[in-house]
C-alpha cells in the first residue's frame, strides 16, 4: 500500500509486529473506517475505531503521553491524537507523515470537540531536521514564498489553497446556475494586437520547423484574454462565460501583476447598456465571496475584522462615476498623485485607490473612458468634445483595478473605420463578420482571480494567492 521507497514503521505499545510483516498485516487485517480529519470533527464515528493520515503538525513527547495534532488539509484545525510514551520513537516528529489507527473519543477539553486515543501509529515518511519551517512559529508569507515547494505545508498557505479551489467552484457554480455556457477559449491564438507588447509568442525551440517558415505559419501568442473567442460565441450563446489561465509579458515585479494569472471572463448578448452589465458584474463579484466555507481558514489568513468590513460592502450598492468624474475628483483632492491626472491620461493604480476611498472604501464602476484609450472593440459613445468609450472598470479596496469591461461595438460601419484606421481591417475580417450575420449589442467584462482573492482575503502580494507565481525573472518549479 505505500510505495516502496517510503519506511513504513509500526509503533505500538499493544500489539509489536516485525517491521517486515507490516504491509502483510495491513492486508489481512479488517481496516477501521478510514477519516478525513474534517470529519472525524463532525463528531459521528465518536467511540469507533478509525484511522487517519496526514502529517504531523505539532509532537509534545510527555512523561505519560505524547500529544500529536496531525493535519490532512481537510481543514486548518488540525486532530489531536493521544498516545501512550511507550509509543514514541526518533523517527515521530514535527512535519513527517503518519497513519494513526484508534478509538475517536469525546475530548474533555473545550479545545477540540474530538480526539483520537491512538492503538498505532505508523511513521510513513519520516521528515528531516532541516525542514525549513518550525514548529509553532508563525512564518510570513514573504518567507514561506521561497519555499514553493514546500509551502502547502503551512497553516497560511494550505488556508488560501483550500479557499481557492471553494472560490473556483463557486465561480463555476454561479454562472452555471445563472445561464451561462462555458467556453473552453484557447491558451494559443494569432489575435495579436490586443496585448501590444504584453505578449509570449510560442514557438517550438530549434530549427525544426525552420524550413516551413514556423510551427503555425503565423506568429502565435499565450492568450492575454478570451474575449474575441467569447464573441465568436455570443453569436449563438446569449450568455458565455470563460475561466482560464491568461498570460501578459508585464515586465514587472508589482503585488498585482504576474505574468500568468487566472481571469474569469463573460459576454452577454442583447446588453443595450452599462447597467445591464454593472448588475450581473456586481452579482457575480458578491455570489463568489465564499469566505464562510471555511471560516477558520479565513480568519488565520486575513487581517482581524476584515470580514466584517467585507459583509458591509458587499450589502451595499456600488457606486458607479464617470471617468469624466472621476478625473474631476482626483483634480479637487489636496492628495499629490505622481502621475498626472488631466482628462484623458489613464488612471494609474494610486488614483483607483483614491477614488476607492473616496466613495467610502467600496467597489466603484468607472465608466466611459476616453475614446482613445481604449481598443477598437469598445463601443463608440459619440459624444463630443470629449469623446468617450462605453468602457467600464470595477475598482476595489486594497487592490485598485479588480475588472475591466466594456460594450462593444456591435454597428458595422463604426467598427470597421476604426479598425481600418488601425489598419487591422484585414486581420479581423472575421471579426467584421460576427456583426454582418447577426450582430447584437453586447458586452461582457474580464475579472482577476487572483486579484479577486486578493481583495475578499487582504492579501497584499498577488504572489500569495496562486499556487505557483509566474513573474519577470521568476518562473520556479
Ligand atoms: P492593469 O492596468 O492593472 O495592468 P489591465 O488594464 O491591463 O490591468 P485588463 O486588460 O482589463 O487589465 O484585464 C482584466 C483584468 O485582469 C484586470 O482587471 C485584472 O484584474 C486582471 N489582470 C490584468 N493583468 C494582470 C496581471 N498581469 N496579473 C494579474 N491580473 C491581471
Ligand atoms: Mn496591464
Known amino acids: 500500500m505505500f510505495p516502496a521507497v517510503t519506511r513504513a514503521f509500526l509503533l505500538s505499545s499493544m500489539t509489536p509486529v516485525c517491521r517486515s510483516g507490516v504491509t502483510v498485516r495491513r492486508y489481512c487485517m479488517k481496516n477501521p473506517t478510514k477519516l478525513r480529519v474534517s470529519e472525524a470533527f463532525l463528531d459521528a464515528q465518536?467511540?469507533?475505531?478509525?484511522?487517519?493520515?496526514?502529517?504531523?503538525?505539532?509532537?509534545?513527547?510527555?512523561?505519560?503521553?505524547?500529544?500529536?495534532?496531525?493535519?490532512?488539509?481537510?481543514?486548518?484545525?488540525?486532530?489531536?491524537?493521544?498516545?501512550?510514551?511507550?509509543?514514541?520513537?526518533?523517527?515521530?516528529?514535527?512535519?513527517?507523515?503518519?497513519?494513526?489507527?484508534?478509538?475517536?473519543?469525546?475530548?474533555?477539553?473545550?479545545?477540540?470537540?474530538?480526539?483520537?486515543?491512538?492503538?498505532?501509529?505508523?511513521?510513513?515518511?519520516?521528515?528531516?531536521?532541516?525542514?525549513?519551517?518550525?514548529?509553532?512559529?508563525?512564518?510570513?508569507?514573504?518567507?514561506?514564498?521561497?519555499?514553493?515547494h514546500l509551502r502547502c505545508r503551512t497553516n497560511a498557505f494550505s488556508s488560501l489553497l483550500r479557499i481557492r479551489s471553494e472560490a473556483t467552484a463557486a465561480v463555476h457554480s454561479y454562472f452555471k446556475n445563472n445561464g451561462f455556457l462555458l467556453v473552453h477559449t484557447p491558451t494559443i491564438t494569432s489575435n495579436d494586437c490586443e496585448g501590444a507588447g504584453e505578449l509570449f509568442q510560442v514557438e517550438p525551440p530549434g530549427t525544426t520547423f525552420a524550413n516551413e517558415g514556423s510551427f503555425f505559419s503565423v506568429p502565435v501568442y499565450l492568450t492575454v484574454s478570451g474575449q474575441l473567442h467569447l464573441e465568436v460565441m455570443s453569436g449563438a450563446f446569449p450568455r458565455v462565460y470563460t475561466f482560464g489561465p491568461t498570460f501578459r509579458a508585464e515586465n514587472s515585479q508589482s503585488r498585482r501583476h504576474l505574468a500568468e494569472f487566472f481571469m474569469v471572463e463573460a459576454e452577454i448578448s442583447f446588453t443595450e447598456s452599462i447597467e445591464d452589465l454593472t448588475k450581473v458584474w456586481k452579482s457575480a463579484f458578491t455570489a463568489k465571496i465564499v469566505i464562510n466555507c471555511y471560516p477558520k481558514s479565513y480568519i488565520f489568513l486575513s487581517p482581524l475584522h476584515l470580514k466584517d468590513t467585507l459583509d458591509d460592502m458587499l450589502r451595499k450598492s456600488f457606486p458607479v462615476i464617470t471617468y469624466t468624474e472621476a478625473i474631476d475628483i482626483l483634480k479637487r483632492s489636496s492628495e499629490t498623485f505622481t502621475f498626472p491626472t488631466d482628462w484623458g491620461c489613464d488612471l494609474m493604480t494610486e488614483h483607483e485607490k483614491f477614488l476607492v476611498k473616496h466613495c467610502g472604501n467600496i467597489p466603484v464602476f468607472v465608466t466611459d473612458y476616453p475614446h482613445d484609450l481604449k481598443p477598437f472593440y469598445a463601443r463608440d459613445n459619440q459624444d463630443h468634445p470629449k469623446h468617450t468609450a462605453a468602457a467600464v472598470d470595477l475598482l476595489v479596496p486594497g487592490v485598485g483595478e479588480l475588472s475591466g469591461g466594456s460594450l462593444r461595438e456591435e454597428r458595422l460601419d463604426l467598427l470597421r473605420s476604426r479598425l481600418g484606421e488601425c489598419g487591422l481591417e484585414d486581420t479581423y475580417s472575421w471579426y467584421l463578420d460576427l456583426r454582418r450575420f447577426g450582430s447584437v449589442p453586447h458586452g461582457g467584462f474580464g475579472l482577476g482571480f487572483e486579484r479577486y482573492l486578493q481583495c475578499i482575503l487582504g492579501v497584499d502580494n498577488i504572489k500569495d494567492v496562486i499556487p505557483f507565481p509566474r513573474f519577470s525573472h521568476s518562473c520556479l518549479l
Not at 74 to 85: D, H
Not at 95 to 121: T, Y
Not at 132 to 143: A, M, N, V
Request: net charge positive; charged share 25%; proline share 7%.
Open 46 to 148: 465518536v467511540g469507533e475505531k478509525v484511522r487517519i493520515q496526514g502529517w504531523v503538525r505539532s509532537f509534545r513527547p510527555q512523561k505519560q503521553n505524547l500529544f500529536l495534532h496531525v493535519n490532512d488539509g481537510s481543514s486548518l484545525k488540525s486532530l489531536q491524537v493521544i498516545a501512550p510514551a511507550a509509543m514514541n520513537d526518533p523517527l515521530l516528529g514535527f512535519g513527517c507523515a503518519v497513519e494513526v489507527r484508534g478509538i475517536l473519543k469525546k475530548s474533555p477539553h473545550s479545545k477540540q470537540p474530538v480526539e483520537l486515543e491512538a492503538e498505532q501509529i505508523w511513521v510513513i515518511g519520516e521528515c528531516n531536521p532541516d525542514f525549513p519551517f518550525k514548529i509553532k512559529e508563525r512564518h510570513s508569507l514573504e518567507y514561506i514564498r521561497q519555499f514553493l
